[in-house]
């Protein structure tokens, strides 16, 4: 596995930041060993998508986030990317004849590098749903949580005087009216689809063994609730994306086509905040605090224009 420069910054910086917030137990994630009691998650299936872009359009309505424009003339255009006000996206990847989608959200990691690394406790897994939430009041803007996620989710408000981050808090605001993710509310062929982490995983096991050629169920919305429609199966990559990468995250992924294809970054199996809680005892019991390398690093990231991503 090549490691590009600003990968290696990046893992380096989030890294630095994990140990200058000690052991991570303390700012409200630790490495743990299983799924929360109640886990909630995405399962998404790229094979499944058809790019409607009915999953961007909800998310934005649900979560009040205003429309995008690339120009002045307020056209309101495709986001590009995820951003303070596009917590979830949808692309595609073309090469050749070969074409997929992929959707692009916090992956609600098992172990988040973003909580550990935030002094405040502003980003904290819900011990439940396992749902990592973002607390505006808590939040010092500091952007620790940006350097620190793995996947580039987290997103400052650059143009706002009182500025918050931005991400997908798994629509958790929607549960009490017996709603769930807007997302996968609103998919229409089940490529977005929601529920307890398990019943997922358990459903991604069972399309990795499908025959490509031959029709199938699948689930649709919800994998409890919702209803079901046929689907010819195409072959998948025999991977479950966020099955193991860096602890395993709750948002999983399948496709027809690597993942890195997809933009989604090779991740050792092993998370940096179960690393780093060994490496951080240690340290403190010599009284090495990490300051001087965290400076450095941030420094050389910021130099070399890998986070900071003001405008
Ligand atoms: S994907 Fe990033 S922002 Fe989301 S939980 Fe993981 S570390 Fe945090
Ligand atoms: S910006 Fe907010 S959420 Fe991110 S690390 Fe700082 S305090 Fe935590
Ligand atoms: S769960 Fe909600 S906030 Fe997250 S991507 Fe889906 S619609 Fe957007």
Redesign the pocket.
């Known amino acids: 596995m090549s490691i590009k420069r600003r990968d290696f910054l990046k893992t380096a910086a989030g890294s630095s930041l994990l140990l200058a917030a000690g052991t991570s137990t303390a700012w409200g994630a630790s490495a743990q060993d299983e799924l929360p009691p109640k886990a909630l998650g995405i399962l998404y299936d790229s094979n499944l998508c058809i790019g409607c872009q009915a999953c961007m359009t909800a998310c934005k309505r649900a979560n009040d986030m205003p429309a995008e424009h690339s120009g002045p003339n307020s056209i309101w255009d495709n986001p590009l990317d995820l951003s303070a006000k596009t917590l979830n996206i949808i692309k595609m990847y073309t090469s050749g004849e070969e074409q997929a989608f992929v959707k692009r959200q916090c992956m609600h990691c098992l172990e988040p590098a973003?909580a550990a690394?935030?002094?405040?406790?502003?980003?904290r897994k819900d011990p439940e749903t396992g749902v990592v939430t973002?607390d505006k009041d808590?939040?010092?803007?500091?952007?620790?949580?940006?350097i620190a996620c793995p996947y580039n989710v987290?997103k400052?408000e650059w143009d706002d005087p009182f500025p918050q981050?931005q991400k997908c808090q798994l629509c958790d605001h929607l549960y009490d009216q017996g709603r769930y993710a807007a997302c996968c509310e609103a998919c229409p062929t089940g490529a977005s689809l929601f529920g307890p982490v398990k019943d997922l995983q358990e459903e991604a096991q069972r399309r990795l063994l499908m025959e490509p050629g031959r029709y199938y169920e699948f689930p649709v919305n919800h994998i409890q609730k919702g209803s079901a429609v046929r689907h010819r199966a195409k072959a998948y990559v025999d991977h479950i994306y966020g099955a193991q990468e860096l602890g395993g995250t709750q948002v999983m992924l399948l496709a027809g086509t690597d993942f890195q294809n997809l933009g989604l970054p090779e991740l050792k199996a092993t998370s940096y905040v179960r690393d780093l809680e060994g490496i951080s005892k240690g340290l403190y019991k010599y009284m090495l605090y990490p300051v001087a390398a965290l400076g450095g690093l941030l420094y050389v990231v910021k130099k070399r224009g890998g986070h900071d991503e003001r405008p």
């Not at 808590?138 to 940006?146: E, K, L, M, V």
């Open positions: 973003c690394a935030c002094p405040v406790s502003a980003l973002y808590a939040c010092i803007g500091c952007r620790y949580c940006q987290p400052f981050i």
